[in-house]
């Protein structure tokens, strides 16, 4: 079956700083999503990608659609506290089934130092 | 706007007891519905799936079931709980055939 390979698996860095994530996938898929998940809370969507080498932003939130199809990239720029969390990718396989069966990553959890 | 809501946020049963958890979505029509455990705070398993009323499809053989008595319903259930059966379940949503899910806030169960 699918896999998604996410990393790093955990990151520990100082406010201000910039953070990179990304996922790696066996299978193309033709939609990548990327959430965040705040403790004992139900993970959040950030940012959604249609289309190979897309780029989108939200805020200080960067996400991009790799050309191979098999890869996504999320970056944060100037960290702060309340972007602790768990952040996950997911994606989506081209030629999915129609109930649109999501396969996510093991998640990244990133904690901020003041 | 679409809102999902789960209960109860919290659960602690005994081993053997039964299961009830209720999901409901507002503001949308025949969503695709799913039930997620999550386990340590990583990964998400998918384990059922309801494309309308009545349409349940499982991921995983488990001890749970889910069913799906009206359009924006879904209830995740068990007979007898076991110990595995801890973990947070995540309820989501999304429209039909779409990529995009939407989760609930989650509930935390516990079995002793």
């Known amino acids: 079956g699918q896999q998604l390979n996410q990393s790093p698996q955990s990151m520990f860095i100082q406010e201000g700083e910039d953070v990179s994530m990304n996922c790696t996938s066996s299978s193309i898929f033709n939609t990548w999503l990327w959430y965040k998940q705040d403790p004992g809370e139900g993970p959040v969507l950030l940012i959604a990608l249609y289309k190979a080498g897309e780029l989108t932003s939200n805020g200080r939130l960067t996400a991009q659609f790799g050309i191979t199809r098999k890869d996504s990239f999320l970056n944060i720029s100037a960290s702060i506290p309340s972007d602790v969390g768990i952040y996950f990718c997911?994606?989506?396989?081209?030629?999915?089934?129609?109930?649109?069966?999501?396969?996510f990553g093991q998640g990244t959890i990133l904690t901020v130092h003041p | 706007s679409q809102t999902i809501h789960q209960w109860p946020a919290t659960l602690v049963q005994p081993v053997g007891s039964p299961l009830s958890l209720e999901c409901t979505v507002e503001?949308?029509?025949?969503?695709?519905l799913y039930w997620y455990r999550q386990a340590a705070g990583r990964g998400l398993q998918l384990l059922f799936y309801s494309v309308g009323i009545g349409q349940i499809s499982s991921e995983v053989p488990q001890n749970l079931s889910a069913s799906r008595p009206q359009d924006r319903q879904f209830i995740l259930s068990s007979k007898k709980l076991l110990l595995s059966d801890s973990g947070f379940y995540l309820c989501?949503?999304?429209?039909?055939?779409?990529?995009?899910?939407?989760f609930g806030p989650g509930t935390r169960l516990t079995v002793l």
């Open positions: 997911a994606g989506r396989a081209r030629g999915g089934t129609s109930y649109g069966k999501l396969t």
């Open positions: 503001g949308t029509s025949n969503p695709n």
């Open positions: 989501a949503w999304s429209v039909a055939g779409g990529g995009e899910q939407f």
